[in-house]
């Protein structure tokens, strides 16, 4: 590490790397901290060789694949979006492609289902370049408008009137509903409307019966495209390929303990156990909480910026857990769990059930569960293991009287008994498990409070996120900027906000 | 029998009454066919037990606007609103909190749970009656469909453009967050004690069948912001006569203009000839012929029921099938032997005369939802509740007294159907008055008489389909142009001559009179009549 570089940034998510392979690939001088001893945050696994928390890695744009040339770096896309499969209460399971391309899997629909399906398609299609275009763009300063941005969002609109009256009229009314109101007006399979309703609900605090968690579920739709073949650790490793390929220097290991700054401008940082380096530009992938609060001197923030930090509502309520099986479940193969998650959580009224009690800081005793399996294989040895990675929703930050192993205890078993009643044999297959609760999340990724997607995708937060004074990346601190999930277009391993950042920085 | 009329309005609820107004203002020959006995709607008087008048269904008044009363010269038809000073907050701890209009005894009281919620509460309310200025704006004009070309609608957007612009940018984002969010998350934002948050969170529900957790829940409560009495802002009333008493101030105004009222008059349907209104039919076969037609029933029973299926384009029925009602709500009213006191602030103090919510915390309030999404009525119900005769002594007799309580959730849709509501009635009935005597020692043994309506019970008493308070819920994709469906929302229907002026059509909702004066200006303007 030397002592001078032109831009630093804090930490190596996804977001992290392409905002620093971005700036590189540009001659500038780049410096990426990490405090893990592996890249990828929430895309990697505890031990660098594991799929990281989420699920699913399908909303990866193919303009930042190109633009920094992944391909070349290992990275092979699936050449079909997710599988997914809803598990019947009743034992019976139901399959649906997540880019819907295999009518056959939609066979066991009742007619109207099928029509409706169809038409859901036909109205998600139509939306589909005007949402992309908007989620693929870094968002209008609405707060000191240019005269070119204002004529490109009246562009924007207009194309909207492209859609048709019909079409338009249907947008604006459906946008605000909830997912239940949504689904319930269109179909009648549980499997459908439990699989879409998740689509929509798992960047935010929402339920079926939520409002507004369908504009979600249409941009889900307009961004999605293929996943990435083996899971996101492998988009980790081809974007740490390129960074190193673009010259980045890669530091892991490295604790940012302050953002240093004069005179309200970033001057550079302190590094613990090293000596500070400087830096006129500090790109940071952390929430606004750790960046402001922690890094930050607290002289040096404003009282209206502390406000908005204080109010970004980024509290996860989703566990994650690991387990090591001895083999996959009976019935299941290799090739039949590539691509593919399962989702376990009934109706949408039995979602809602499982969410009522986080209101109240508790949790359910049938949560809603999704899970994937991937198989791994050891350093030396040749043997493959295989692992089963679940998201656990909803489940409270804090717990009402505090979590402790019992209660922890509690709620393992209550998912391995919704999982066994799915697949009988499966508690005797696990070797060891580990049950990861919002706040641990916390604590092991420095996701702020532990939340999966870096904050709500609530309309108030998603345009304008995390809030209007940093919602172009830069921030009132002079030489700071955001490039994480807390902001536009948010979380999801897209690596869109640390790609759309380093635009908008190159393009300032 | 075969006057011709310029106006048949379907329905002497108070905007029908006020449309009717309107039009006979400007000369023209008007009839308002009410299918009760009594003037109102749902913002009726009726003595239902000898010597007490309740306000049976609506029970406060604060968003009538101000022009009207003044156009239809309201206060010599006898309109006469008294402010409301309080907002009291029984605590089951025996604590209590109350709001007063006086913003300095608020905080005074506030200051006991919170120092800092105390000094945040004129914050608070000075940026609400702000961002209530600019609802305002929204609901003194027709709403400007998107769609449209023409100037009117294009300067309508204008206008509204504008005043958003001049909100400046912190206040626009705080517009965003009051349309989408929560009232419990926005209102998390500026308050830390649950205390306060509870009461004030309820205004964000009333009426809807969503919780204070629900994501556009934060909008409504604008509305407490918007009330306009006397010109002052954020104030209620009660009405003299209770809320029937503002129906029969727009009745005799709109009968001195010429107007011509018959009650007892049920309509069957609207009598349509060649895509045109044409006139009405009465159950008893009577027929009335008009130039235009306008309803003040709510969309489901104007489209579904008036007119007819067939002669309907299918995606119009199709869109009013999609709107949704879903009441969610009853009412208990209690006549009562003397005052009510309440343990927690006894005597019967100025603190009586405004409302009283039962709301001790925002969990409970939450709870109370939980049950109404799975179709049961809330066990442990929110509450708000007026006792009218402290204000207005003339409603009861001497030294006798109403409690009046407003009810959530009760919703439509219980799981046993709806139908089932009449053998729930009296247990809705006890829990309600359960969870007033623990607040009110005594309680039981005071009531002499009690009213209960169920949302079942308001739809066959006053033909508020499925119960609905607002003739449609109040959320964002059912208002504005998309109030009652997008494409008709200025107060047109695919029939030609046949319009609507309910609180279905924007903008809807409360004891506004804003949809009936709208629906008929418009009508004028376009010389539709």
Redesign the interface.
Same mark, same amino acid.
Do not use: Q
């Given at each position: 590490m030397e002592s001078t570089y032109d831009r630093v940034v804090l930490g190596a998510d996804v977001n992290g790397l392409t905002t620093a392979c971005m700036l590189a690939k540009k001659g500038h001088k780049v410096l990426l901290l990490e405090e893990r001893n592996h890249p990828g945050g929430i895309a990697m696994g505890p031990d660098g060789t594991e799929n990281g928390l989420l699920l699913h890695s399908s909303l990866l744009r193919n303009e930042i694949i190109t633009t920094l040339d992944l391909t070349n770096f290992g990275l092979q896309m699936e050449t079909e979006g997710p599988l997914w499969t809803y598990l019947d209460e009743n034992g019976d399971h139901f399959n649906f492609r997540s880019d819907w391309s295999d009518e056959a899997q939609l066979s066991k629909l009742s007619e109207h289902d099928l029509m409706a399906y169809r038409e859901y398609r036909r109205f998600t299609g139509k939306l589909k370049p005007f949402l992309f275009k908007i989620f693929s763009e870094v968002p209008p300063d609405?707060?000191k408008p240019k005269s070119g941005e204002v004529w490109s969002l009246l562009k924007k609109l207009l194309s909207l009137?492209g859609l048709g009256?019909k079409d338009?009229?249907e947008f604006?009314?459906?946008?605000?509903?909830s997912m239940k109101?949504f689904l319930d @007006?269109r179909f009648d399979s549980d499997a459908l409307k439990s699989v879409l309703a998740m689509q929509g609900m798992r960047t935010s605090f #929402?339920a079926p019966? #939520?409002?507004?968690a369908v504009l979600n579920l249409l941009i889900w739709e307009a961004v999605r495209g293929k996943s990435i073949v083996g899971g996101s650790r492998f988009l980790v490793k081809a974007l740490e390929q390129a960074a190193k390929q673009y010259g980045v220097k890669l530091a892991y290991g490295s604790q940012v303990s302050k953002i240093i700054t004069q005179k309200g401008a970033v001057t550079g940082v302190s590094i613990l156990d090293h000596p500070p380096v400087k830096t006129q530009t500090v790109f940071s992938t952390l929430g606004p909480k750790q960046t402001f609060f922690r890094l930050i001197e607290p002289s040096v923030v404003p009282a209206?910026l502390e406000y908005d930090v204080q109010?970004y509502?980024s509290t996860g309520h989703t566990a994650v857990l690991r387990i090591n099986l001895k083999h996959l479940p009976k019935g299941l193969q290799k090739e039949s769990v590539q691509n593919r998650t399962f989702l376990a959580s009934g109706t949408l009224?039995d979602i @809602?059930?499982s969410f009522?009690p986080v209101?109240?800081g508790e949790f359910s005793n049938r949560p809603v569960i999704e899970f994937s399996f991937q198989s791994k294989v050891s350093g030396q040895s040749d043997i493959t293991s295989t692992v089963m990675n679940a998201t656990i929703h909803y489940i409270p930050f804090a717990l009402k009287h505090g979590w402790s192993s019992k209660k922890k205890k509690e709620l393992f078993q209550n998912v391995l008994e919704r999982i066994n009643s799915h697949f009988g044999d499966f508690s005797g297959l696990i070797v060891d498990q580990r049950l990861m609760l919002p706040h641990e999340i916390e604590t092991e990724y420095g996701v702020e409070r532990g939340h999966l997607y870096g904050g709500d995708h609530?309309?108030?937060q998603l345009f #304008?996120r995390p809030?209007?004074s940093c919602a172009r990346y830069q921030t009132p601190i002079s030489g700071l900027w955001l490039c994480g999930d807390s902001t536009f277009p948010g979380g999801g391993l897209s690596c869109a906000p640390g790609f759309l950042c380093a635009k908008a920085f190159l393009s300032r | 029998m075969r006057t011709k009329y310029d106006a048949i309005i379907v329905g002497g609820g108070h905007n029908g009454l006020v449309c009717a107004a309107y039009l006979a203002q400007a000369g023209k020959k008007v009839l308002v066919l009410e299918k009760r006995y009594v003037l109102g709607g749902a913002a009726v008087s009726e003595e239902v037990f000898p010597g007490f008048t309740f306000s049976v269904a609506s029970y406060v008044v604060s968003l009538f606007r101000p022009h009207i009363i003044r156009e239809l010269q309201l206060p010599k038809h006898g309109y006469d609103v008294i402010p409301m000073d309080c907002s009291f907050l029984p605590l089951p701890n025996g604590d209590s909190l109350a709001r007063w209009g006086d913003m300095h005894r608020s905080r005074r009281e506030i200051s006991r749970f919170s120092k800092k919620d105390a000094e945040v509460y004129p914050e608070f309310s000075k940026v609400m009656t702000h961002m209530g200025k600019l609802a305002k704006e929204v609901i003194d004009h027709p709403a400007p469909d998107i769609h449209s070309m023409k100037p009117t609608d294009l300067s309508g957007m204008l206008r509204l453009g504008k005043a958003f612009k001049q909100l400046g940018p912190d206040l626009l984002h705080l517009n965003v967050k009051l349309i989408t969010m929560s009232a419990l998350d926005f209102l998390d934002q500026w308050f830390e004690s649950d205390i306060l948050k509870a009461p004030m969170s309820v205004s964000g529900i009333i009426g809807t069948y969503l919780g204070i957790r629900s994501p556009g829940t934060a909008y409504v409560l604008l509305h407490h912001y918007m009330g306009q009495l006397d010109g002052a802002f954020r104030s209620w009333g009660f009405s003299k006569g209770g809320t029937g008493g503002i129906s029969l101030a727009c009745a005799r105004s709109a009968m001195s203009f010429g107007a011509e009222i018959r009650t007892e008059s049920p309509v069957q349907s609207v009598i349509i000839k060649g895509g045109e209104a044409k006139g009405v039919v009465l159950q008893n076969g009577d027929e009335f012929y008009a130039k235009t037609v306008v309803s003040n029933l709510d969309p489901n029973r104007t489209y579904l029921k008036l007119v007819g299926e067939e002669a309907l384009p299918e995606d119009v029925v199709k869109e009013v099938k999609r709107y949704k009602l879903r009441g969610s709500s009853g009412k208990v009213n209690l006549a009562l032997d003397r005052a009510p006191e309440f343990s927690c602030r006894p005597g019967i103090g100025d603190h009586l005369r405004g409302d009283i919510a039962i709301a001790p915390n925002t969990e409970y309030l939450e709870k109370a939802f939980d049950q109404a999404k799975y179709g049961e009525f809330s066990t442990r119900p929110y509450i708000n509740a007026v006792i009218p005769t402290l204000t207005d002594p003339s409603l009861a007799p001497p030294g006798k007294h109403i409690l009046s309580c407003f009810v959530q959730y009760a919703p439509y849709h219980i799981k046993e159907g709806p139908e089932h509501w009449p053998q729930l009635r009296e247990a809705f009935g006890d829990t309600v008055v359960d969870t007033m005597a623990e607040y009110i020692p005594g309680l039981k043994d005071m009531i002499l008489h009690r009213q209960v309506l169920t949302p079942w019970d308001l739809e066959q008493s006053m033909g508020l389909t499925e119960g609905n308070i607002f003739q449609g819920e109040l959320t964002l994709e059912q208002l504005l142009f998309q109030r009652p469906i997008a494409g008709y929302a200025k107060y047109k229907t695919p029939i030609q001559r046949l319009y609507m002026c309910g609180s279905g059509v924007h903008p809807g909702g409360g004891i506004m009179g804003a949809s009936g004066e709208l629906c008929a200006k418009s009508m004028l303007h376009s010389k539709a009549v």
């Open positions: 609405l707060l009137k009256k338009l009229n604006i009314k459906v946008a605000p509903m109101d @007006e #929402s019966w #939520s409002g507004y209206k109010n509502r009224m @809602e059930k009522d209101k109240y609530a309309i108030d #304008s809030f209007p | -």
